[in-house]
């Protein structure tokens, strides 16, 4: 499979300056090397002021380190941004002519540029996204609605968690801002009884203090979901946290909880929104997706990467869509659930080399802690329950089991075990599985083949057509012609 050759964003914000070099599918890029600095180019008392003296060499110290790896890497599409702390500062033009003389292209984005960006990330993550996206950083706080595979509109705020307070005047002050700037633009017309999706560090982290004081069963903040009056209790959460949460978050993190809370609460206050949305995608993948053709971006991001980490593990070729294709006559799943049967045949060798007693481990790990994106945590244990069937594992984790319906994952191991009885007949070769086929007559299940190659079916491979049989409460049956 083609993949394009590695690409780095250069992200220097208020508070930190990151690079990420990013591979594989153009699609869906996976992040191959990330580092970030904390410079707080944003820290100082006067947001319209010059740069704080320290922060700037931190940050040109940074940039020279990245400048160097770069080089190394061989990397040699290379995009370096800048936000508001530069957009707002006194001496920015200044301090982007010397990141210039270090070889790189500064481009400070515009604050509807900014937001805008961090629309068409959450849009690459979650191609469905429907409601308000707000970007939060150190020294602004982004605003843009999102609909229909484009954003709309678009403001940038001095909120950022550099700037507010989570005193009581800083709390009126922000609210203030933020009621006249929703009006004034029309952004909160749009918002009520929709998603609001929360991009930035401080919120991911927020959203892993979530996860850990309600026992989510799943450490993978992606898509993660809360209800919006949760935005309120977090706040109290926060005010007496216990040392097990707090230390599971980056010190620096932490310190800004309070504030990004307090924002998250007045967001909620003002837009209503029917729950909140956690994505790990923003600026950065903004700017990849944004410069994607359309046909390009119009490709499924979970089957692109599913048939990108699977193209190297198949022992014979990958044959993933034909599986798909062959398991297909039997179920009547509705699309949501089809892109996911889909995605976990495009998986189904992914285990083969393991032990053959861990094999199901290794499948339901990937399905659940993989690089993927467009799918939820509901999406994600459907997947493992597939794989695992696949490797011959019934059930999984009763805690992982309860992040979706029985029906699901009664489904779910349906695929697999349909998968597991294709993977054997085949003998993982995809020639065959087009030789064959399945089918559903009297609520037998059929499997068919060629008049003259009976002795496909081995006995192994009748005994996982009986599995299949029983798991539709049916019986098999065996047609040659």
Request: hydrophobic share 45%; aromatic share 4%.
């Amino acid at each position: 499979m083609a993949t394009a050759e590695p690409a780095a964003i250069i992200d220097i914000g208020s508070n930190s300056v990151r690079l990420v070099v990013y591979a594989g599918p153009p699609r869906v890029p996976t992040p191959i090397f990330n580092e970030k600095v904390l410079a707080g180019l944003g820290s100082g008392p006067d947001a319209q002021g010059p740069l704080p003296t320290e922060p700037r060499h931190v940050a040109l110290a940074a940039l020279r380190r990245f400048r160097l790896l770069l080089d190394q890497m061989k990397v040699k599409r290379t995009r370096v941004v800048a936000t508001a702390a530069i957009r707002d500062a006194a001496d920015g033009p200044q301090f982007v002519r010397e990141i210039d003389r270090l070889g790189f292209a500064c481009e400070v984005l515009s604050s509807e540029e900014e937001a805008q960006l961090a629309g068409e990330g959450v849009l690459s993550g979650i191609p469905d996204a429907d409601g308000t996206v707000g970007d939060l950083g150190g020294g602004s706080l982004e605003l843009v609605n999102v609909g229909d595979g484009s954003t709309a509109g678009g403001i940038s705020l001095p909120l950022g968690v550099l700037r507010a307070r989570a005193t009581n005047s800083g709390e009126r002050e922000a609210r203030d801002i933020l009621r006249a700037a929703l009006k004034k633009s029309g952004i909160g017309a749009r918002a009520k009884a929709r998603n609001f999706y929360m991009v930035g560090g401080t919120w991911r982290a927020l959203g892993r203090i979530d996860m850990l004081a309600t026992d989510f069963p799943l450490p993978i903040t992606q898509q993660y979901r809360m209800k919006a009056a949760r935005a309120r209790e977090l706040r109290k959460l926060l005010q007496n946290l216990d040392v097990r949460l707090a230390r599971s978050i980056a010190p620096a993190r932490l310190a800004s909880t309070p504030v990004a809370a307090m924002l998250l609460d007045l967001l909620v206050e003002q837009l209503e929104p029917s729950r909140l949305v956690l994505s790990s995608y923003g600026i950065r993948e903004g700017l990849l997706y944004s410069s994607l053709k359309p046909d390009v971006r119009a490709q499924d991001p979970l089957i692109e990467e599913a048939r990108h980490a699977g193209a190297g593990e198949y022992r014979f070729g990958q044959h993933g869509d034909l599986l798909d294709a062959w398991i297909a006559p039997i179920f009547d799943d509705p699309p949501e659930m089809q892109r996911l049967r889909l995605a976990a045949c495009l998986l189904a060798d992914v285990a083969w080399q393991a032990n053959p007693g861990f094999r199901a481990d290794r499948a339901e790990e990937m399905a659940l802690h993989g690089n993927w994106v467009a799918i939820d945590p509901a999406g994600r244990v459907v997947l493992a329950q597939a794989l695992a069937s696949t490797f011959g594992r019934e059930r999984l984790n009763p805690r992982l089991e309860q992040l979706c319906s029985e029906a699901q994952l009664r489904r779910a191991h349906c695929w697999g075990v349909a998968m597991r009885l294709g993977q054997r007949l085949s003998g993982g070769v995809g020639a065959i599985l087009k030789r064959t086929s399945l089918s559903v007559s009297n609520g037998a299940i059929q499997l068919h083949t060629r008049r003259g190659e009976e002795a496909l079916v081995g006995d192994q491979v009748e005994r996982r057509l009986l599995r299949l049989a029983e798991a539709f409460g049916g019986a098999p049956a065996i047609v040659s012609g």
